[in-house]
C-alpha cells in the first residue's frame, strides 16, 4: 500500500478484498444515475467476470462490434486492470455510445432510469 494509498485502503488496511478495485465515475452533468447503475453491475462479481470473459474472447476474435455491452465491458477491463486499488474513471466511451442510441441522455437534463 505504502505512502500513495487512498484513504479508503489506509482505512480498511488488510481487511481491503484482494484482487478487488473501487473506482469512482466522472460525472458528465447527467450521469449520476448511470454511473449508479454501472457501479452496482461491477460490483455483482458473477456478471462481472461473465462480461470480462466474453469481450476477451471476442474482442481477441476481431467479432465484437461497439455497442452498449461492449463499451461496458470495455470500462470494466480498464477498472480491473488498474495498477492503483482506488481512483477515478471517465466513463466516456459509454457515456458516448449511451447518448448516440438514447437521445434522452444527449442533453445535461438529470435522468432517472437507464433504457438500455
Same mark, same amino acid.
Given at each position: 500500500m505504502?505512502?500513495?494509498g487512498?484513504?479508503?485502503?489506509?482505512a480498511l488496511g488488510d481487511q481491503f478484498p484482494e484482487g478487488e478495485?473501487? @473506482?469512482?465515475?466522472e460525472n458528465f452533468g447527467n450521469t449520476c444515475y448511470c454511473n449508479s447503475?454501472?457501479?452496482?453491475?461491477? @460490483?455483482?462479481?458473477p456478471f462481472r467476470e461473465q462480461l470480462l470473459e466474453y469481450y476477451s474472447s471476442? $474482442?481477441?476474435?476481431?467479432?465484437?462490434?461497439?455497442n452498449l455491452l461492449t463499451c461496458l465491458a470495455d470500462l470494466f477491463t480498464q477498472i480491473s486492470s488498474?495498477?492503483? $486499488?482506488?481512483g477515478v474513471i471517465a466513463p466516456k466511451r459509454f457515456v458516448q455510445r449511451l447518448k448516440k442510441q438514447n437521445e434522452l @441522455?444527449?442533453?445535461?437534463?438529470?435522468?432517472?432510469c437507464l433504457s438500455f
Open positions: 505504502g505512502a500513495a487512498s484513504k479508503l485502503e489506509k478495485r473501487y @473506482f469512482g465515475l447503475v454501472l457501479q452496482a453491475l461491477y @460490483f455483482c462479481v471476442n $474482442k481477441s476474435t476481431g467479432d465484437a462490434e461497439e488498474q495498477k492503483k $486499488k482506488t @441522455f444527449r442533453s445535461y437534463m438529470h435522468q432517472v
